[in-house]
């Protein structure tokens, strides 16, 4: 079974009103932060993947792992990924500390607004790949367009905000940030069969599938991968999967792609999965 997932689209303030046309036209004083792709109803799958559109710096924030999640009532946590796809000169992002603080100094930090200098910032280029485990302190930078691949999971905590207005959570964000977390940008790894690992780590894998041809993509109930058409010919069955949409594969799925194009596979856990034979 392939389904196309539902675009739900999600105004936020730090978010834009110029976003690439194939994103669909916004309104003039609409910011468009993010576009989320869900299945109808009530099933809760355990990835997301979601596009993001940034004019402002994100708040720096933190995502519990699984354990503190579930100590709060929540299904999981929350490690996910980015992919930069376009990057404004100078444009950032942040991951992590550049050193360890102790739990009275990262409040304080928070508090006063030193946080920012305290954070490692990078140069975001398009094309970088980052894994960002839960308990990372991060935030996204102005100027970048980015899929993201996470944990399906909402639980945010803001530690600063950039002056705006909102709810900030110093208990649970000290509580869950690990300040001795360093994340390196992601190297491809190359596979087999036109495949390349983008990012992976111990909650799912990117990978990044260049085919000129056919193979079957295997995909179950129990094995779900989440197929992401990035650029070119690609089919799935009977269906032309394009960009900007997500699919999920459920079953044994006949995949055909042009030598130009691109698909990425989402799919839970850090091994390399069998996905298929040509």
């Known amino acids: 079974m392939l389904t ?5 689209r999600v105004l936020k303030p730090w978010g834009r009103s110029d976003v690439p046309p194939e994103f ?3 309104d003039n004083e609409e910011r ?4 989320w792709f869900q299945r109808d109803g009530l099933a809760t799958d355990p990835l997301l993947v979601k596009y993001l559109f940034t004019s402002e710096n994100l708040s720096i924030q933190v995502h519990p792992n699984d354990a503190d999640a579930r100590g709060h009532g929540k299904e999981r946590g929350k490690d996910e990924a980015w992919l930069i796809l376009d990057a404004d000169p100078g444009a950032r992002i942040g ?5 360890p603080l102790g739990p009275e100094e990262l409040r304080a930090s928070a508090l006063d607004g030193s946080i920012v200098d305290l954070m490692d910032w990078r140069d975001a280029r398009t094309g970088d790949a980052y894994y960002s485990p839960a308990g990372t302190l991060h935030s996204i930078g102005s100027g970048l367009v980015l899929l993201e691949v ?3 999971s909402d639980t945010t905590y803001r530690l600063y905000d950039f002056g705006r207005r909102r709810d900030l959570h110093l208990d649970q964000g ?3 940030t690990n300040t001795g977390t360093k994340v390196s940008k992601a190297e491809e790894i190359a596979l087999e069969n036109g495949r390349t690992r983008l990012v992976g780590g111990s909650k799912f894998t990117i990978e990044r599938l260049q085919l000129n041809g056919k193979m079957q993509l295997h995909a179950s109930v129990s094995a779900p ?4 058409p990035m650029s070119g010919q690609i089919f799935a069955g009977n269906e032309r999967l394009e960009r900007p949409s997500v699919w999920i594969a459920e079953a044994v799925i006949s995949l055909r792609m042009d030598p130009k194009a691109e698909l990425l596979v989402a799919y839970e856990g850090e091994s390399i999965r069998e996905l298929g034979l040509d």
């Open 225 to 228: 991968l989440w197929l992401i």
């Open 150 to 152: 996470q944990q399906n």
């Open 95 to 99: 991951i992590g500390l550049r050193e």
């Open 174 to 176: 000290v509580n869950a």
């Open 4 to 8: 196309r997932l539902t675009e739900h």
């Open 32 to 35: 468009l932060g993010e576009i």
């Open 24 to 26: 669909g036209k916004t």
